[in-house]
């Protein structure tokens, strides 16, 4: 990098750092979140394109993000290559392209892909079940696998070649091996993607929030396992259970993202709260099945130097109170529904105030609107610094440019502090 692209990285970086530390930059940091199809529906790129032409979709993004000057580039997790899910038969998704229109946006499909009556099988060989349970319910390229015999069979290694031997002659398995390896070239095909964009918006000045990712450890059994429906009613029928697998995860939860994180440099952890918001539970179930464990999560990744990036979705109100108890200045929280005046007197001096500008006045609204609510945010929470513009959701795929425009242009004019 020449002097003055690396002093323009450093500039931004220090920009958003202090807003997570609750000090006052040169002025209001402007970065999302998320872009999921934002930039190359401006691009004339179909979402189903965006997700198999990776190279494509990043020149989109760095074109997208000089034009704005945004201070960050957009992180590349929202949107995951679906390469892979084709090749697996991934039955847990669906993408453009694959049961839906070329410009529709990938959508996750839930469902009860552990029973509730499965609990102590899973809790008692998790790794099994996983294997020869779980993958072949949400993968149909992996359905040879439910007729392995159980891997506790392979303790002690003593089994390995005939055990590896009979599988890998059966031609199911050979077919099966076949799309693995074909996995694995669409993934450094993707990677290698991902790396390069990351590179080069390093190269023109523009650092990344975050790599890694995880989930708080309800959610994991929530969204993956027995989806709402069947976690919610876990809560009053299989309670204990519930929270054997919450306590499972959690290890998990930390130990994976911390490797991750130290494995790319980046320090930001993102972490989808999708069953947390008011609504899903009452506080007495959220202290109960939620807050512990993410609690918890939280407080290890800041004690391992990382800074979590909880996405606060949906209504966050009724949890403002639990998140006053964690760290000042250590977590980078983006709200999607909250009180604002409510959050900063509440939370003004411990976290914060990533995002909430209402995705719907993006799509719908008119610049004059856009400028307003920006100016709001930066009248209520730029006096410590602790503000990071962004819409609610990241930047909305349908957002109007001349909204997204105005309100970059607004924090740039009227946030210098």
Partial sequence: MSQSVEEQYHSRENRFQSAI????????????????????????????????????RFEAWKKGVQALDLDLAPPTLPVPSSKQWDIMGVTQFKWPGNQLDDNVAFQFVE?????????????????????????????????????MPPLHWLSGGGQLTAFLGALCGKPRFVELLEKLIEL????????ASVIKYIT???GLGYPIPYIAATVAPFDYVSDFLRGMKGSMLDMFRAPDKLLAAVDFFTPMAIESSVKLAKVTGNTGIFIPMHRGAGGFMSDQQFEKFYWPSTKKLFLALIEE?????????????????????????????????????????????????WGNIPATLMAVGTPEQV?????????IFGDNGGLIIDV?????????????????ETAFEYGIY
């Avoid at 998320?34 to 198999?52: D, Q």
């Avoid at 509730?116 to 996983?130: C, I, M, V």
């Avoid at 979590?308 to 209504?315: R, Y």
């Avoid at 609610?392 to 970059?408: F, H, L, R, Y």
């Fill in 21 to 56: 530390k609750l000090q006052k930059a040169d002025r209001v940091c402007v970065a999302s979140l998320a872009v999921h199809y934002y930039f190359t529906r401006l691009a004339g790129i179909s979402n189903k394109e965006a997700m198999t032409d990776h190279d494509k």
């Fill in 111 to 147: 469902g009860e892909y552990l029973l509730q009556d499965e609990y102590d099988e899973f809790l008692s060989d998790p790794a099994d079940f996983t294997v020869r349970k779980l993958w072949p319910r949400i993968s149909s390229a992996m359905a040879p696998v439910a007729k």
């Fill in 184 to 191: 694995g070239k669409a993934t450094n095909e993707s990677n």
């Fill in 200 to 202: 080069d918006m390093a």
């Fill in 305 to 353: 130097g990382l800074t979590p990036m909880p996405f606060f979705e949906g209504d966050f109100n009724p949890r403002l109170k639990y998140l006053a108890e964690l760290p000042k200045g250590k977590i980078a929280g983006h709200f999607d529904i909250v009180d604002r005046k409510m959050t900063k007197k509440i939370l003004g001096d411990t976290m914060v105030f």
């Fill in 371 to 379: 400028r307003d609510d920006v100016k709001e945010l930066i009248d």
């Fill in 392 to 408: 609610s959701t990241g930047i909305p795929d349908e957002a109007k440019p001349e909204n997204v425009a105005a309100m970059v």
